[in-house]
C-alpha cells in the first residue's frame, strides 16, 4: 500500500521561497513517476511539475517554470519542489502525486494515488 505524505507547506511573502518535500513510503519508487500539483477552492486541480524517478526527466507547467524545481532524493524515497520568487497567485494546496509510469503531459487523471496536500500561502 502506497503512501504519500507532503511536507514544508506555510505562509511567505511575495519573492520568498519554500521547499515542499514528498515522503514515499510502501514500495521502492524507482521506476515510477512522481508529480506536483496544486488547487484552490472552487477551481480544478493544476499540474505544477513531474519527474522520472528512473531517468531524473522533469516537467513543468508554464507558470512555473524558472522559478520551481522538482528533485528526487532516491535514498530517502523522498521527492522535492523547491519554489523560489513566489507570487500571490501561487497560493493554493500543494498534492504530491505517483504513477508507475510518466505520460505525456500533467493531469490529474494520469496519476491514482495521492498524498493529503499541504497548504501554501503567499500574501
Known amino acids: 500500500h502506497v503512501q504519500l505524505v507532503e511536507s514544508g507547506g506555510g505562509s511567505v511573502q511575495g519573492g520568498g521561497s519554500l521547499r515542499l518535500s514528498c515522503a514515499v513510503s510502501?514500495?521502492?519508487?524507482?521506476?515510477?513517476?512522481m508529480a506536483w500539483f496544486r488547487q484552490v477552492p472552487g477551481k480544478e486541480r493544476e499540474g505544477v511539475a513531474r519527474?522520472?524517478?528512473?531517468?531524473?526527466?522533469?516537467y513543468y507547467a508554464d507558470s512555473v517554470k524558472g522559478r520551481f524545481t522538482i528533485s528526487q532524493d532516491n535514498a530517502k524515497n523522498t521527492v522535492y519542489l523547491q519554489m523560489n520568487s513566489l507570487k500571490p497567485e501561487d497560493t493554493a494546496m500543494y498534492y504530491c502525486?505517483?504513477?508507475?509510469?510518466?505520460?505525456?503531459?500533467?493531469?490529474?487523471?494520469?496519476?491514482?494515488?495521492w498524498g493529503q496536500g499541504t497548504q501554501v500561502t503567499v500574501s
Open positions: 502525486a505517483a504513477n508507475p509510469w510518466c505520460p505525456p503531459g500533467l493531469a490529474p487523471r494520469d496519476f491514482p494515488i
Open positions: 510502501g514500495y521502492t519508487y524507482s521506476s515510477k513517476c
Open positions: 519527474i522520472s524517478s528512473a531517468s531524473g526527466t522533469t
